[in-house]
């Protein structure tokens, strides 16, 4: 008897010996998306050549994939942004792309469709915005006979608007912002001027 269970002891040792250890690790599957990523140009408005333009979130949509979704913005094939938000500087020719990649590395893209309008260019001579580095406020200077209001648009470097009003004479615009870059846009009914201050 005590032979049998001495047999059995090593048998069931070399048994145990012969299975391999297995390690299993619980890993999270990727968020899956019900609908493929789409993106769509909505942005058609004629914009002045030579000029910064300023293109939001207003002006494409995304449909389906899993977010979060990261943006690469391409003019003439050359990235020139990575947020949702872009200023750009176009010419008759330019080729403006935004590609999407979302969660799952899956990507889209579409292409806008530049129109340029006849607006034509401020020459400073006629409209002044100064000081090109502020503090708390900034002067834009309208020719004494101009009618029609005049919308005055601040941006930072992302795009994103920080100021918006309508004037009807020279007048200086209070500014209540953050250290760095921006731009002023100025537009009339058939003008536009933009100009690049720092704000201190």
């Known amino acids: 008897m005590r032979t049998i269970l001495y047999f059995i002891s090593i048998?069931?040792?070399f048994t145990l010996m012969g299975v391999s250890a297995q390690t299993v690790v619980k890993m999270d599957m990727p968020?899956?998306?019900e609908k493929a990523l789409k993106v769509v140009a909505l942005f058609e408005e004629e914009i002045p050549e030579g000029i910064?333009?300023?293109l939001g979130l207003m002006g494409y949509d995304i449909n389906g994939g899993a977010t979060p979704y990261l943006f690469e913005w391409l003019l003439n094939n050359e990235v020139i942004?990575?947020?949702d938000i872009v200023i750009f500087t176009a010419t008759k020719g330019d080729?403006?792309?935004l590609k999407v990649t979302d969660n799952n590395k899956c990507r889209a893209s579409t292409s806008f469709n530049l129109k340029f309008a006849t607006i034509e260019p401020v020459k400073n001579e006629f409209i002044k915005v100064y000081p090109t580095?502020?503090?708390?406020?900034?002067c834009v200077d309208l020719p004494t006979d101009m009618d029609g209001e005049v919308?005055?648009?601040i941006f930072d470097l992302n795009g994103k608007l920080a100021i918006s009003q309508t004037i009807l004479k020279s007048q200086m615009i209070p500014l209540s912002l953050a250290p760095g870059t921006y731009f002023?846009?100025?537009?009339?009914?058939?003008?536009?001027?933009v100009e690049k201050i720092v704000v201190q």
């Open 95 to 97: 080729q403006l792309v």
């Open 52 to 54: 910064p333009v300023v």
């Open 133 to 138: 580095v502020v503090n708390d406020h900034v």
């Open 11 to 13: 048998v069931f040792s």
């Open 81 to 83: 942004s990575t947020n």
């Open 151 to 153: 919308l005055i648009r």
């Open 184 to 193: 002023v846009s100025v537009k009339t009914a058939d003008k536009h001027k």
């Open 31 to 33: 968020q899956q998306a």
